[in-house]
């Protein structure tokens, strides 16, 4: 991960925004021998007594459950819209391209829920995500016995407390004000999620170009 100050998202509110907006995260962790693993999943959010715990569920023993068994330092990646930035959209275009995107890291222990906790989990996700109605069919309590009692095994809880939280908002903010705009303007004539990069910038351009404020290169250098 990027560890340029001017790369960083230093509000906090901002940060846990971003992670319920995108909820389908990379869930990364490792086997004592080192051994890789990787899933995504769609995570809950919840903020209690001022600590950050996210919630998921994954398939009762596959490698990913078996390595958290075994090593229970996990990582969750969120991450938002991503774009290719052209070099020769800045004011000096002999420097190289980039990609613009929004990244967040949570790292921290994983704690497997219980059979009742797991119930309780399921009941929130599927609200959620059924935009509160209660009536869906597929809302937890609308769900068929016969269908609970097959997949409930099968599948296991987890919570993540968050003991490290690491980000990067890479949106151009090491180019001057005319090499900006015009990146905004190229993006946003793309559309997707070339412009939903062009849209974070334009709402932090008051902020990186105060008016009659001077434009100083030499900050970006490290």
């Known amino acids: 991960m990027y560890h340029f100050s001017y790369f960083k998202e230093k509000d906090k509110q901002v940060i846990l925004e971003f992670i319920e907006n995108n909820p389908f995260a990379f869930l990364t962790g490792s086997f004592s021998s080192g051994k890789q693993v990787a899933t995504q999943i769609p995570i809950l959010m919840e903020v209690r007594n001022g600590e950050l715990y996210l919630q998921g569920h994954i398939m009762r023993n596959t490698d990913h459950q078996k390595a958290f068994m075994e090593n229970p ?44 906790g797991l119930i309780q989990f399921m009941r929130k996700l599927t609200l959620k995500f059924e935009k509160g109605n209660t009536a869906s069919q597929t809302f937890y309590d609308n769900l068929p016995p016969e269908f609970l009692n097959k997949m409930m095994p099968a599948i296991v809880g987890f919570e993540i ?49 105060p008016a009659g404020a001077q434009w100083d290169a030499t900050k970006f250098d490290s």
């Open 73 to 116: 330092e996990a990582l969750l990646v969120f991450t938002g819209a991503n774009c290719y930035v052209s070099a020769s959209w800045y004011s000096n275009p002999q420097i190289g391209s980039t990609w613009n995107y929004m990244s967040v890291h949570v790292n921290g222990p994983i704690n497997f829920m219980s059979p009742e």
């Open 161 to 209: 407390k968050a003991d490290k939280i690491e980000n990067v908002f890479k949106l151009s903010q090491n180019r001057d004000e005319k090499s900006y705009l015009n990146i905004i303007s190229k993006l946003e004539e793309q559309g997707g999620g070339a412009a939903i990069i062009s849209q974070e910038m334009k709402n932090r351009k008051e902020e990186l170009f």
